[in-house]
């Protein structure tokens, strides 16, 4: 599905048949307010079955009570006990990169991607739950299905790729999610295992989430993040000189995730365009962390403009969880990234970007080392 941005802050768009917000203001009204939902079940025309206890595809009070037991785990203040780990694991991951090739020299070229922005949301992921080597290679060979269920308008084979890898995942996690109950060790998954309100369904759903779009989204982020940086050199002091800020422009201006879907439980009235009670709505998130009523010219990168709130991790009760976390991990990698390569330059002027409906990312990002 391609979904055009609009000129105007909502229209109605016939070839996908639904409405497009592209308005900052009318897409964080329909992310926060009442009367939307985010369960695709809801839509009697364009029903698909979504996996059970995903808070993602959850509205209240169901998300409610669940968002109230997973929370915890997801503060800033529990997130950054996490920062020397995810540290050690960007500098280790950091080590490989222009690895000894065949001749034993260094290689000249490196796939980013691949070879970075992969690694490491998977390496933390994989030491978070504590799963070992066998638990990481199940997550990188399945986490490629999982994120085609997140995609807004999924194909059937979509869905077939990401029930198969999330049955993959469920069917590792559940015997060790059983065997943490019995004998935790403090990790993530012990202390979510732990919690009495938490059904196992509801537990490996949780985590089966956070490996799809968690991994995702902090892939595509660095990814972008480094490409930018590298089209306009200028930008690296500012993000070496405040990388907190660094990252939440890079999130404005490359925003990870594209779309966010949604559908009206009641009627709505959006930026004087009525809205009825059934209808779908997909809100471009990249249009809108573009608009110019909310963004000083909002085209031009600055990491060192004074923050505004985006959305590039929704509003809402349904605010990513894991934002935290990945801001965390695409300040410590892109920070030691251009400390240890200052003149990390990519190969091709335009890489290849991924073919996505949803996700905002490369599919490969050729780089050299260049003169340090």
């Given amino acids: 599905m391609s979904v055009a941005a609009s000129a105007e802050p909502v229209a109605w768009d016939a070839h996908i048949g639904a409405f497009v917000v592209s308005g900052f203001e009318e897409a964080a009204r329909v992310l ?12 009697a025309d364009r029903p698909f079955e979504v996996p059970p206890g995903a808070l993602l595809f959850m509205d209240p009070p169901d998300h409610t009570r669940l968002r109230r037991l997973l929370s915890p785990a997801f503060t800033p203040r529990a997130v950054e006990r996490l920062r020397p780990r995810v540290a050690a694991i960007a500098d280790a991951v950091l080590d490989g990169l222009f690895a000894e090739g065949p001749s034993g020299d260094p290689a000249d070229e490196s796939d980013l991607m691949s070879e970075v922005a992969y690694l490491v949301p998977l390496a933390v992921i994989a030491e978070l739950f504590d799963v070992g080597a066998e638990g990481a ?21 979509d ?5 198969e890898a999330s049955n993959e995942v469920m069917m590792f996690l559940l015997p060790l999610l059983l065997e943490r109950r019995e004998h935790p060790r403090g990790d993530f998954v012990s202390e979510l ?7 196992l369904e509801e537990v490996v759903a949780t985590c089966v989430l956070l490996l799809a779009a968690g991994h995702e989204t902090t892939a595509n ?23 907190a800020r660094a990252v939440e422009e890079l999130l404005r201006a490359e925003t ?26 997909v809100i471009r998130l990249d249009a809108v962390n573009r608009d110019p009523r909310r963004f000083p010219d909002p085209d031009r990168l600055d990491l060192a403009r004074e923050p505004v709130p985006h959305l590039a991790f929704g509003a ?19 920070t030691r990234l251009f400390a240890r390569f200052p003149g990390l330059t990519p190969v091709d002027a335009e890489p290849r970007w991924r073919t996505s409906s949803t996700f905002h990312g490369l599919s490969e990002l050729v780089v050299r080392p260049g003169a340090g």
Avoid at 32 to 43: A, C, F, H, Q
Wanted: proline content about 7%; hydrophobic content about 40%; glycine content about 10%.
């Fill in 32 to 43: 926060r307010e009442p009367g939307w939902s985010s369960d695709p079940r809801t839509l």
């Fill in 137 to 157: 290679r199940v997550f990188r060979d399945q986490t490629p299905g999982l994120v085609r269920m997140l995609e807004v308008a999924p194909t059937a084979e």
């Fill in 159 to 163: 869905v077939a790729r990401g029930a």
């Fill in 193 to 199: 295992a732990a919690i009495p309100e938490l059904s």
């Fill in 221 to 243: 982020l660095i990814g972008n993040g480094a490409f930018a940086l590298m089209s306009d050199r200028t930008q690296i002091a500012a993000l070496h000189a405040d990388p």
């Fill in 256 to 281: 990870p995730v594209k779309l966010a879907g949604r559908a009206a439980l009641t009627d709505h009235d959006l930026g004087g365009t009525r809205v009825p009670a059934g209808s779908r709505v």
């Fill in 316 to 334: 809402g009760h349904h605010y990513c969880l894991g934002a935290a976390l990945a801001r965390l991990e695409t300040a410590e990698t892109l």
